[in-house]
């Protein structure tokens, strides 16, 4: 399973928004603290926006923060909203062309795989993942780029 770098963008997003409860963050701080494209993030924040996950403010002094409290933000709902396709394999596709799907058991296991894929994600919500602010800090030299957190943070 491979998520798209949008739902991965928004779930960083309401990760960097859910550090800071009431304060507005903006989509440049955003951005520069996980060295993203500010155009892409632009189209989440719009999208989390819209769909009432976010608050969004124009201006001086704007920016955007959680529309509604971690605890009501669901990993699963939030994945299935940004995720584009979950055609895993070519028989998932509605113009799928695969000469063995007639008879093939792949798809069945896929199927399953994916459910309990999402049946983890709905058991989580965003107040489960919280970090605080000081773990948004660049990261210190020479540190893994992809390194999980240890027991300790």
Excluded: W
């Amino acid at each position: 399973m491979h998520l798209s770098k949008f739902s991965d963008y928004a779930l960083r997003t309401l990760l960097f928004a859910a550090s800071r409860p009431g304060e507005f963050v903006t989509i440049r701080q955003t951005a520069q603290i996980y060295g993203i494209s500010q155009a892409h993030l632009k189209k989440v924040v719009l999208l989390l926006a819209g769909k009432g996950y976010l608050h969004a403010a124009r201006g001086r002094g704007g920016g955007f923060m959680l529309a509604m409290p971690p605890e009501d933000i669901n990993l699963g709902a939030l994945v299935r909203l940004t995720e584009p396709d979950f055609a895993m394999v070519e028989c998932f596709r509605p113009a799928g062309s695969c000469v063995i799907s007639a008879h093939c058991r792949l798809p069945g296991v896929f199927d399953r795989a994916l459910a309990a894929f999402l049946a983890e994600l709905d058991r989580h919500t965003l107040n489960d993942m919280r970090m605080l602010p000081a773990h948004f800090a660049a990261p210190p030299a020479g540190a893994a780029k992809r390194g999980r957190a240890s027991p300790a943070d």
